[in-house]
């Protein structure tokens, strides 16, 4: 599990298509990661040392979820569409699924014929299906190289999307549940975005540049998309390096601006942190302290 660095801070921002990123809330105690907005209101989660935290940005309150039947959680969680359950994947990597409030969690892929490790990324608008990276049992993220999965959010009906070249990883559905983007290194050995239809079939590139383009984020109202931009020649997706949490036009690519430049990676930006009325999205850095 990963934890800030001696000197450095979690810092917690939020920003939108028309408004400059705003500082939320600060730690120097717990490396928070991967927010997600919770609907009807401005709560975020974000997972930590194991555990999912709720943060309000607005009293500057964190709490732990209790969960029960639940190990210890990785940075891929995502709300269910019904606003009362949120799916999160685990370090045995598998895919729970729990009350937002807290309470028993539910194994949902416990298909014993399913030899692949899970990573969750994505959830259907209609809550039935789940959007996954598989990786090989044995691997570690990092590792050889992933591919799109979907499955049944009941466990069932797995479906492989794609097959290499290279690693693909972000799979999230589109709000019509038409698409899924995630990134991919298939087109020319680094990550690009791209997206897919649920069937496989129309396989399209969306970015083109030389920066190492990772984790497409859709908001809801279907106009906008976010993404982080590692620098040219990144392999992978780590932590503690400069990155770019851009924005873009879901009808024009080639337009995408800059929202913000800082410190962070892996855990700035993994899952949706869209807003429910696309008004604004989450992200994390994690810069070093200031000096006194």
Known sequence: MRQL?????????????????????ATSRLRLE???????????VLNGGGRLWRLSPATGRLDEVPFTGLPPVNNDHLPDPD???????AYDRKIYRAPVEGGAAELITDDPAAEVLHFLHGVHPSGDRLAFIGLPPG?????????????????????RLTCGPGHSD?????????????????FDGHAQIARIRPDG???????FDDEVNWFPHLSPDGRWATYIAFPAGTRGHPPNVRIDVRIVALDDWSAARTVATVAGGQGSLDTNSWSADSSAFAFVSYPAAPPE
């Not at 927010?35 to 975020?44: A, E, I, K, V, Y």
């Not at 079939?201 to 970015?207: A, I, K, N, P, V």
């Open 139 to 159: 691997q570690r993220p990092g590792e050889g190289h992933g591919d799109v999965f979907t499955v049944s959010a009941r466990g069932r009906d797995y479906r």
């Open 34 to 44: 991967s927010p997600n907005w919770l609907s009807g209101g401005d709560d975020l």
């Open 5 to 25: 660095q001696p000197g450095q801070i979690c810092r917690i921002w939020t920003a939108g298509p028309g408004e400059p990123p705003v500082a939320r809330f």
């Open 83 to 89: 606003g009362k359950h949120i799916y999160l994947s």
């Open 170 to 186: 972000g799979c999230e559905y589109s709000p019509d549940g038409e698409w899924l983007y995630f990134n991919t290194e298939m």
């Open 201 to 207: 079939s129309g396989l399209e590139q969306l970015t």
